[in-house]
């Protein structure tokens, strides 16, 4: 009868054993174990316990026999198997090799288990909730999974707070007779700390209201150890620090009291920055932006940004007052000036606004604005125009994923609403509406399906007065792919793009990951610029490679245009940014 082994040792093939004859063979491992079935976990433990040997004559292999059998045994009543059959030989050869040759037995099975948390801690959802299933009644031992229970019950002590928490009873005992394991822990929590008040070091530039508007700890709330991470990250994001240090020591608690202390120092007050980037929408294109990152103890900040391109140059200045709390919720100033010339259309915008936002407590971000803007126009020889609008308006928004910038799930909403009236300083009555949703999900590890959904009107008593800024243009990297930038549109007798009363998007991809940080994708787009809801869609498709770079993904597309009525065709796409 010929018994099947789970190896250690696998055979090379003809070209590479013509190599390694031809090489010296002082690096080989000298240690073969061969475990009897199919057993890939006991075969990867024991071969890291026992690890690479070499350079052993046959003598000196056959005294470390003992040793490695020992190893290979500890590997196994790791993993529950506490009475294997083990036999070694020396294999001739240069160099010679230890074979160990395991039959694994029958495991060691958990007969009972007994976890109890006595204290205020049994009482405490946090604590007690959730705790590791394994190893359960029944399972094979494995002591890695008693040591994570034991240890999970550790962290959440000194997690949440329970500092004077201890092991009353921590016992595994194993009967390799009977094949049978008892496992109790019994865990006494003690009295759970409780977080003081928070004080800040004072050799910096800021007024201490604005370090307390980032603290959101109440004095004599149960201790969490997230609670002080948070502060901490809050701090540091909030771009005003250049080091940042949050300690709640619970060796300096009295009467359960932990006292927090959070040491800053301020970060250079400005910076420069400057990019080139490029996309098939716009070409190349230059970014510049100049920030102070603190103008005064207040926190106030201010900054200006410019990006240049063949279609597109503008010129922004802002100024921004931080609110309660300043990580979330701030009022920000800006001017700005713009000028396009895409396709049939050229316009110069000039804006002065403010926008406020605010995190509501359900998870959305809302802004409340009002800007004033002057839009001068030409679209194509017939239509040209110079409005002026005051446009008061809403947002909301809500983003979640799983990662910042390569998430595996989540999704993102948004809404906006802007109008303005003729009574009110406005050259036209106009109501502006846009809304986008976008979602993502993995299933089974690699396969990404992506999904974005965008619908937008314009209402208004004269749409030739509308300027283009309001109207909507379809096509390009993030619309319709297959199509022009901005070239979706109705068409006046001329033929010029005038832009649409409403636009409708929709776009399904799915993504298949064939390397680290890199994927391959397949979509589909429909949409356009219309006058009415009921009038056509253009449709583009096509594949893709995705390189998840440090700081975000890279797209790279090509496209076909399915509707050749809307100008589709081959096109090639390449674009940046998140895909939420």
């Given at each position: 009868m010929r018994t099947n082994y789970t190896s250690g040792r696998f055979s090379l093939g003809a070209v590479v054993s013509l190599v390694l004859a031809l090489a010296p063979l002082a690096n080989a491992n000298q240690v073969d174990i061969r475990i009897e079935g199919d057993y890939p976990e006991l075969l990867q433990n024991a071969r890291a316990f026992v690890g690479e040997v070499e350079n052993r004559s046959r003598p000196s292999l056959r005294r470390y026999g003992r040793t490695a059998e020992d190893q290979v045994r500890e590997a196994l009543r790791a993993l529950g198997y506490y009475s294997p059959s083990i036999t070694r030989r020396i294999q001739d050869g240069d160099p010679p090799v230890l074979i160990l040759e395991v039959v694994p037995g029958e495991p060691v099975r958990v007969a009972s288990r007994e976890v109890t948390i006595s204290g205020p801690a049994s009482e405490d959802p946090d604590f007690s909730a959730n705790l590791p299933e394994q190893p359960a009644q029944g399972d094979i031992l494995n002591h890695g999974q008693y040591e994570t229970l034991r240890q999970v019950i550790s962290s959440r002590a000194s997690r949440l707070g329970y500092f004077d928490g201890e092991f009353e009873q921590r016992t595994l005992r194993v009967n390799p007779e009977t094949r049978e394991a008892d496992i109790v822990l019994h865990f006494v929590s003690g009295d759970r700390y409780r977080m003081g008040q928070v004080s800040f070091n004072e050799d910096h530039v800021?007024?201490?209201?604005?370090?307390?508007?980032?603290?959101?700890?109440?004095?004599?709330?149960?201790?969490?150890?997230?609670?002080?991470?948070?502060?901490?990250?809050?701090?540091?994001?909030?771009?005003?620090?250049?080091?940042?240090?949050?300690?709640?020591?619970?060796?300096?608690?009295?009467?359960?009291?932990?006292?927090?202390?959070?040491?800053?120092?301020?970060?250079?007050?400005?910076?420069v920055a400057a990019g080139v980037g490029f996309s098939t929408d716009v070409g190349p294109r230059f970014r510049g932006t100049w920030t102070e990152h603190w103008v005064n103890e207040w926190g106030h900040r201010r900054g200006a940004e410019t990006e240049l391109s063949a279609p597109r140059q503008n010129i922004t200045g802002w100024y921004e007052l931080p609110l309660d709390p300043p990580m979330t919720d701030s009022i920000r100033l800006s001017a700005g000036y713009q000028r396009e010339d895409i396709e049939d259309v050229q316009s110069d915008r000039f804006t002065v606004g403010q926008q406020w936002r605010h995190q509501m407590d359900n998870g959305w971000t809302r802004v409340l604005s009002m800007r004033w803007e002057n839009e001068r126009f030409d679209i194509g020889n017939a239509e040209s125009g110079n409005t002026r609008l005051l446009l008061p308006g809403?947002?909301?928004?809500?983003?979640?994923?799983?990662?910042?910038?390569?998430?595996?799930?989540?999704?993102?909403?948004?809404?906006?609403?802007?109008?303005?009236?003729?009574?009110?300083?406005?050259?036209?009555?106009?109501?502006?509406?846009?809304?986008?949703?976008?979602g993502l999900i993995t299933l089974a590890d690699n396969h990404r399906f992506l999904t974005r959904f965008q619908l937008a009107g314009v209402a208004t008593n004269r749409f030739s007065d509308v300027p283009p800024s309001l109207r909507f243009f379809a096509g390009g990297d993030q619309s319709v792919r297959g199509y022009g930038y901005e070239t979706l549109s109705p068409e006046d007798s001329e033929g010029n793009a005038v832009g649409g009363r409403y636009q409708v998007v929709g776009s399904v991809e799915y993504q298949y990951e064939v390397a680290d940080n890199w994927r391959v994708a397949a979509f589909v787009d429909e949409g356009n610029a219309i006058d009415n809801l009921n009038d056509p869609l253009a449709t583009g498709a096509g594949i893709g490679v995705r390189w998840i770079s440090p700081v975000g993904p890279i797209r790279f597309d090509v496209a076909r245009g399915l509707d050749d009525q809307f100008g589709g065709g081959w096109r090639l796409h390449f674009s940046m940014g998140p895909e939420l």
């Amino acid at each position: 009868m010929r018994t099947n082994y789970t190896s250690g040792r696998f055979s090379l093939g003809a070209v590479v054993s013509l190599v390694l004859a031809l090489a010296p063979l002082a690096n080989a491992n000298q240690v073969d174990i061969r475990i009897e079935g199919d057993y890939p976990e006991l075969l990867q433990n024991a071969r890291a316990f026992v690890g690479e040997v070499e350079n052993r004559s046959r003598p000196s292999l056959r005294r470390y026999g003992r040793t490695a059998e020992d190893q290979v045994r500890e590997a196994l009543r790791a993993l529950g198997y506490y009475s294997p059959s083990i036999t070694r030989r020396i294999q001739d050869g240069d160099p010679p090799v230890l074979i160990l040759e395991v039959v694994p037995g029958e495991p060691v099975r958990v007969a009972s288990r007994e976890v109890t948390i006595s204290g205020p801690a049994s009482e405490d959802p946090d604590f007690s909730a959730n705790l590791p299933e394994q190893p359960a009644q029944g399972d094979i031992l494995n002591h890695g999974q008693y040591e994570t229970l034991r240890q999970v019950i550790s962290s959440r002590a000194s997690r949440l707070g329970y500092f004077d928490g201890e092991f009353e009873q921590r016992t595994l005992r194993v009967n390799p007779e009977t094949r049978e394991a008892d496992i109790v822990l019994h865990f006494v929590s003690g009295d759970r700390y409780r977080m003081g008040q928070v004080s800040f070091n004072e050799d910096h530039v800021f007024d201490q209201s604005l370090l307390r508007r980032f603290v959101q700890i109440e004095p004599g709330t149960p201790y969490h150890a997230d609670k002080v991470a948070e502060l901490s990250s809050d701090l540091s994001n909030s771009g005003y620090f250049e080091q940042v240090l949050v300690t709640a020591p619970p060796s300096e608690a009295e009467d359960g009291v932990i006292p927090v202390t959070a040491r800053v120092s301020e970060r250079d007050p400005r910076s420069v920055a400057a990019g080139v980037g490029f996309s098939t929408d716009v070409g190349p294109r230059f970014r510049g932006t100049w920030t102070e990152h603190w103008v005064n103890e207040w926190g106030h900040r201010r900054g200006a940004e410019t990006e240049l391109s063949a279609p597109r140059q503008n010129i922004t200045g802002w100024y921004e007052l931080p609110l309660d709390p300043p990580m979330t919720d701030s009022i920000r100033l800006s001017a700005g000036y713009q000028r396009e010339d895409i396709e049939d259309v050229q316009s110069d915008r000039f804006t002065v606004g403010q926008q406020w936002r605010h995190q509501m407590d359900n998870g959305w971000t809302r802004v409340l604005s009002m800007r004033w803007e002057n839009e001068r126009f030409d679209i194509g020889n017939a239509e040209s125009g110079n409005t002026r609008l005051l446009l008061p308006g809403i947002a909301f928004s809500k983003r979640h994923a799983d990662s910042p910038i390569d998430p595996s799930r989540g999704y993102r909403l948004q809404f906006d609403l802007t109008g303005g009236l003729r009574d009110a300083f406005s050259t036209v009555d106009v109501l502006h509406v846009n809304s986008e949703a976008r979602g993502l999900i993995t299933l089974a590890d690699n396969h990404r399906f992506l999904t974005r959904f965008q619908l937008a009107g314009v209402a208004t008593n004269r749409f030739s007065d509308v300027p283009p800024s309001l109207r909507f243009f379809a096509g390009g990297d993030q619309s319709v792919r297959g199509y022009g930038y901005e070239t979706l549109s109705p068409e006046d007798s001329e033929g010029n793009a005038v832009g649409g009363r409403y636009q409708v998007v929709g776009s399904v991809e799915y993504q298949y990951e064939v390397a680290d940080n890199w994927r391959v994708a397949a979509f589909v787009d429909e949409g356009n610029a219309i006058d009415n809801l009921n009038d056509p869609l253009a449709t583009g498709a096509g594949i893709g490679v995705r390189w998840i770079s440090p700081v975000g993904p890279i797209r790279f597309d090509v496209a076909r245009g399915l509707d050749d009525q809307f100008g589709g065709g081959w096109r090639l796409h390449f674009s940046m940014g998140p895909e939420l």
